[in-house]
T-cell receptor, first 114, second 114 residues
Framework: GENVEQHPSTLSVQEGDSAVIKCTYSDSASNYFPWYKQELGKGPQLIIDIRSNVGEKKDQRIAVTLNKTAKHFSLHITETQPEDSAVYFC?????????????FGTGTRLLVSP | DAGITQSPRHKVTETGTPVTLRCHQTENHRYMYWYRQDPGHGLRLIHYSYGVKDTDKGEVSDGYSVSRSKTEDFLLTLESATSSQTSVYFCAINGYPVGNNEQFFGPGTRLTVL
C-alpha cells in the first residue's frame, strides 16, 4: 500500500521568511496530493491540493510542487506570518478509485516567530 | 465550514468499557470516514462508509466497529476500550461524485482510556 513520508517534523522560521515542507510517496498510482493545516484543538483544514497532471499550483502565499518521477511533492509558504503557525499534513490518494482514501504524512509543526 | 459535528468532544473512560463516538453531517455527503490521530503517526484511517449500511475497514480497524443507519450519522464503537485507544478521533466527509472530491474534517473527539 501507499506510504507517505514527511519532513521536517518541526520547522521554526522568522516572520517574513519562507517555509518549505517536503513529502515523498511510494505508490506510483497515487494522483491526488492535498495539504492540510491543523490549528490547535481543531480538525485538519484543506489549504491546497494538486493533481498529478499539474506540476505546480499557487494560491496567494502558498504553493505546491509535484515531481512525479521522483515521487515527491512540497508545500511552499512565502512571507510567513505568525498565524501560519500550525501543524501541516501532506496526503496522497488514488482518485481513480472514486472516493478518496487518503494516506497521510506524520505532520510538520511550523512555528513562525514575530 | 462543512457541516460536521462530533460528540462527545471529550471523554474519559475506563479500560474494558464500551464507548461510542458520533459523527453527524448536514451536507448529505455519501462518504464518511473515521481517523485517529496520534503523535508521530499523523492521521490513520480506522473505517469508512460509502453509503447507508455500507462500510469497510481502514488500516487500523482492530478493536473498532462502525455503523451507518442514516446518511447523516456515522458511529464509531470501541467494544471494550483499551489504553492504546487513547487518541484524538476525527470524522471526515467527502461529497464524491459531487464537487472536487475534497475531504472535510470535523472538530475531533479527545478520548482518554484509563
Amino acid at each position: 500500500g501507499e506510504n507517505v513520508e514527511q519532513h521536517p517534523s518541526t520547522l521554526s522560521v522568522q516572520e517574513g521568511d519562507s517555509a518549505v515542507i517536503k513529502c515523498t510517496y511510494s505508490d506510483s498510482a497515487s494522483n491526488y496530493f492535498p495539504w492540510y493545516k491543523q490549528e490547535l484543538g481543531k480538525g485538519p483544514q484543506l489549504i491546497i491540493d494538486i493533481r498529478s497532471n499539474v506540476g505546480e499550483k499557487k494560491d496567494q502565499r502558498i504553493a505546491v510542487t509535484l515531481n512525479k518521477t521522483a515521487k515527491h511533492f512540497s508545500l511552499h509558504i512565502t512571507e510567513t506570518q505568525p498565524e501560519d503557525s500550525a501543524v501541516y499534513f501532506c496526503a496522497a490518494s488514488n482518485r481513480d478509485t472514486g472516493f478518496q482514501k487518503l494516506v497521510f504524512g506524520t505532520g510538520t509543526r511550523l512555528l513562525v516567530s514575530p | 465550514d462543512a457541516g460536521i459535528t462530533q460528540s462527545p468532544r471529550h471523554k474519559v473512560t475506563e479500560t474494558g468499557t464500551p464507548v461510542t463516538l458520533r459523527c453527524h453531517q448536514t451536507e448529505n455527503h455519501r462518504y464518511m470516514y473515521w481517523y485517529r490521530q496520534d503523535p508521530g503517526h499523523g492521521l490513520r484511517l480506522i473505517h469508512y462508509s460509502y453509503g447507508v449500511k455500507d462500510t469497510d475497514k481502514g488500516e487500523v480497524s482492530d478493536g473498532y466497529s462502525v455503523s451507518r443507519s442514516k446518511t447523516e450519522d456515522f458511529l464509531l464503537t470501541l467494544e471494550s476500550a483499551t489504553s492504546s485507544q487513547t487518541s484524538v478521533y476525527f470524522c471526515a466527509i467527502n461529497g464524491y461524485p459531487v464537487g472536487n472530491n475534497e475531504q472535510f474534517f470535523g472538530p475531533g473527539t479527545r478520548l482518554t482510556v484509563l
